[in-house]
């Protein structure tokens, strides 16, 4: 089946410190993965996508094939990075995501 | 540009009454798609349109779920007659198949329905 699982439901950490948060897919394809976040009282928007292979807002993702994951990472937190994360998949070319069950990270000062 | 925009913003039903959503996607994006969020559930994807053509609606549960995109622009989304299993944030997504946003979907603020 396809699916993406994303272990921890709530994460906390201090400001400062190193952020990680972990997404591990099922999927029997070439996988196309994407990290959404949502700030309190704002829209789901894109995060980062792993084709491109870029760091927004200091977060950063690698797809591991060999493990089946798309870890979601940050070296130092800010308080600004408190939001609910998901990790999604798209299951094929006209972008039919399916998506984690969400991370709410919080940020402590 | 101006992002999706969807009404009503909250609704409150009894069950067994319909109810109906608005999606207004941006300008010029084809493909528009409507999501269901459960709370402490990420969102599910339950129709897709391309234009007013359908390309997904294998999650949409027909009995009681349907969808239009007459015009290819906006949609509506409509329960009839609604569950208590149907509260949920209904969210509307859009996305341009052309430059480099090809692989980004824009969201509404979602339409959050409680059924009592």
């Known amino acids: 089946a396809q699916r993406v699982t994303q272990p921890e439901k709530l994460l906390s950490v201090f400001k400062g410190a190193p952020v990680e948060l972990k997404c591990n897919y099922s999927?029997?394809?070439?996988?196309?993965l994407f990290w959404y976040v949502q700030y309190s009282r704002q829209r789901l928007q894109l995060l980062l996508r792993?084709?491109s292979r870029e760091s927004i807002k200091g977060f950063t993702a690698d797809l591991n094939k060999g493990e089946t994951s798309f870890h979601l990472k940050k070296p130092f937190a800010q308080e600004e990075d408190s939001a609910m994360y998901y990790c999604?998949?798209?299951?094929?070319?006209?972008?039919?995501?399916?998506f984690g069950q969400g991370t709410r990270l919080t940020i402590n000062p | 540009e101006a992002g999706v925009a969807q009404s009503p913003r909250y609704k409150i039903i009894e069950k067994r009454q319909s109810v109906a959503f608005w999606c207004n996607p941006i300008?010029?994006?084809?493909?528009l798609y409507w999501y269901q969020q459960i709370l402490g559930q990420g969102p599910k994807l339950l129709i897709q349109?391309?234009?007013?053509?359908?390309?997904?609606d294998s999650q949409l549960p027909k009995d009681r779920f349907s969808a239009e995109r007459l015009k290819g622009v906006d949609s509506t989304l409509k329960i009839q007659p609604a569950k208590l299993e149907d509260s949920a944030v209904y969210l509307c997504?859009?996305?341009?198949?052309?430059?480099?946003?090809?692989?980004?979907?824009?969201f509404g603020p979602g339409t959050r329905l409680t059924v009592l």
């Open positions: 997504a859009s996305r341009n198949r052309d430059g480099s946003s090809y692989n980004e979907q824009f």
């Open positions: 999927y029997s394809g070439s996988p196309e």
């Open positions: 792993h084709i």
């Open positions: 300008s010029g994006h084809a493909t």
């Open positions: 999604a998949l798209n299951l094929g070319g006209a972008q039919k995501l399916v």
């Open positions: 349109f391309q234009n007013n053509g359908v390309v997904d």
